[in-house]
């Protein structure tokens, strides 16, 4: 017992194996299989390493916004001027990375709670029976006012006539109005901090220029009459109704090259509607919202209230931070050596399944033995090696094999039937 037991551990810890390999001259098996490889070759180098970068391994930012409105714009309503500065036209004023530029408005000047008729065209009645009851927006008070021949509401009065949009829009000088966008990021992984003030970005640089594409494209100052037209909508059609357009700043970075060419790219999307589409096409145009000054007059209480048709821009930062990681690059290659596998796995279905000769190359992959004669052979008190001796002596004989290489036979076949 105790010599199997040294025996065993002898073969395992002193002893190698290693696959029976067969060399199959065919050129057209030969042709699959380095066409195979050379695919998978192909992918690894292409896709897994240099297009997807496998050898990397990958962060994303931590970032914070900050945002700035610069510009005045002036109206004359009836004679009356006003001029709008950056406190009037932004909501909200913080500066935040989501905010709305007003760019349009309808204005119900000194309004006070009380009892005042609806508009015409809505809720008309021709008795106070037809005032009755909550299934309006308005707290109606039950009765029909004769002048107007509508129902008299609840509210702040006088009410509010929304029915036409002012076209043109009351504020277009908005178009030149620019915009400031202070933007930093952190790769956590990496312990790599950015901001969208790069290298020569500096206070005098910033004084002078103007985010354009090509000629200015690190410069964090922006016209909104230029993001309007970089996200494909017209100015004065979104300027009159309002709408939503997102601010891109993409943080691609390869840590693997020097810090410096760590840089934003800027680009604009119109994020409500579609710009092809027309107004008609569209169940609801336009982004608004009301907004309400409130004020005492004579000690009554009072309410300046605007509906704002505006520009909402959202600033969104993308990021992915790249550098080079022995542990991907270890799996990328060993995911790409066992794909490797597959031109063998074709190769032997072809060999096995589709040739001429596949009994041929069954005999020459697969060694069979066959348990009756092994017994056979056992009873009569042989050795393996003797066994195998007459076996091969006996198949000379027949003209089949040579005397010395049990499995020679098939091969010596091959040969003569391929000089043939």
């Not at 952190?186 to 090509?214: M, Q, W």
């Not at 000769?357 to 060694?367: A, I, L, Q, S």
Request: proline content about 4%; aromatic content about 10%; some cysteine.
């Amino acid at each position: 017992m105790k010599s199997q037991i040294t025996n065993a551990l002898s073969d395992f810890f002193f002893e190698y194996e290693t696959p029976r390999q067969v060399l199959v001259r065919d050129r057209r098996v030969g042709v699959v299989c380095r066409l195979i490889q050379l695919g998978v070759l192909a992918y690894i180098i292409g896709w897994v390493f240099i297009y997807e970068k496998g050898y990397q391994t990958t962060d994303i930012a931590v970032s914070s916004v900050f945002t700035k409105m610069k510009g005045v714009g002036y109206t004359s309503i009836n004679g009356s001027e006003r001029v709008w500065d950056v406190a009037d036209y932004v909501f909200p004023p913080q500066g935040d990375a989501s905010f709305v530029v007003m760019t349009n408005y309808i204005i119900t000047d000194g309004q006070k709670m009380g009892k005042c008729p609806e508009l015409q065209g809505k809720h008309s009645c021709s008795s106070n029976s037809d005032c009755e009851g909550g299934s309006f927006k308005r707290q109606m008070t039950g009765v029909c006012v004769n002048a107007t021949k509508t129902c008299e509401v609840l509210a702040w009065c006088p009410v509010e006539d929304d029915h036409d949009i002012p076209d043109p829009p009351m504020l277009m000088s908005a178009e030149n109005y620019t915009l400031f966008i202070k933007n930093s990021v952190t790769f956590p992984i990496f312990g790599v901090s950015r901001s969208n003030l790069v290298e020569g970005i500096d206070a005098d640089y910033i004084s002078k220029c103007l985010h354009e594409p090509k000629d200015a494209p690190l410069c964090p100052i922006f016209r909104l009459g230029d993001i309007v037209k970089l996200s494909g909508f017209n100015f004065e059609t979104i300027a009159r109704v309002g709408g939503a357009i997102g601010i891109v700043i993409d943080w691609t970075c390869n840590l693997d090259v020097d810090l410096k060419h760590c840089k934003p790219k800027y680009t604009f999307h119109g994020l409500y509607g579609n710009p092809a589409e027309t107004d008609k096409a569209r169940a609801s145009v336009g982004y608004n919202f009301r907004y309400a000054k409130h004020f005492l007059e004579d000690k009554i209480q009072k309410r300046t209230l605007l509906k704002v048709f505006g520009i909402r821009l959202d600033i969104i930062v993308q990021s992915l931070a790249r550098k080079f990681d022995i542990i991907p690059t270890l799996t990328a290659i060993g995911s790409g050596v066992g794909i490797f596998g597959v031109a063998t796995v074709v190769c032997d279905l072809v060999l096995l399944y589709l040739l001429p000769k596949r009994e041929f190359y069954k005999n020459m992959k697969f060694k069979q033995t066959d348990t009756h004669e092994q017994h056979d052979n056992e009873s009569l008190g042989l050795e393996t090696s003797d066994y195998y001796s007459l076996e091969a002596n006996a198949r000379q004989v027949q003209g089949t094999g040579r005397p010395n290489e049990p499995d020679s036979e098939a091969g010596s076949t091959e040969t003569e039937l391929s000089k043939k």
